[in-house]
């Protein structure tokens, strides 16, 4: 039986959380240097910061998986973004349940990884794994099996 898994976003950030309308608007970015033909106005400014930004996270992604690096971001309120190796409890637990099928045990080593992010929020430290898609989850999945490791 197929059944859908249900997460809890209750704490997940909004791309307005994380690019708010002011941060947008308040960027020199003048309307001839929006190619769009109707309504060049603030909206489809919005909408090109936040499309840079979507297209700078898959290049981050790409490059984590690839070069096995941290990001550091050169901003005050820092935050970094790397892959890391899920914690002994929670591979045991995933290979009982079933769940990464994907993943061979023995070609992996025993290892599953995940992508995570690490930010400051003034002196609180706060640590989160990172959910990304599917096609990108599989592009891990087949390099680890194929021997590739990942260490922070």
């Known amino acids: 039986m197929f059944r859908n898994q249900k997460y809890d976003y209750s704490d997940a950030a909004t791309i307005e ?8 608007d308040s960027l020199e970015i003048k309307s001839y240097q929006v190619k769009a033909i109707h309504n060049r106005g603030k ?8 499309s840079v930004f979507y297209d700078f996270l ?3 992604i790409d ?10 971001s050169p901003s005050k309120n820092y935050f970094m ?13 995933i ?4 769940i990464y099928k994907a993943v061979d045990p023995v070609l992996s080593n025993g290892k599953i990884y ?26 891990l999945v087949k390099k680890v099996n194929k021997g590739k490791r990942y260490h922070r």
Request: with cysteine; proline share 3%.
């Open 17 to 24: 959380d994380v690019l708010p309308d002011e941060f947008c």
């Open 43 to 50: 909206r489809v400014k919005r909408r090109l910061v936040r």
């Open 58 to 60: 898959n290049l981050l």
């Open 63 to 72: 490059d984590l998986m690839e070069t096995n690096n941290r990001f550091v």
């Open 81 to 93: 973004f790397y892959i890391k190796e899920k914690s002994f409890e929670s591979v045991r637990r």
């Open 95 to 98: 290979y009982k349940n079933g």
């Open 114 to 139: 995940e992508y995570f992010m690490e930010f400051h929020m003034g002196s609180k430290v706060v640590r989160r794994p990172v959910r990304i898609s599917y096609r990108k989850y599989m592009e």
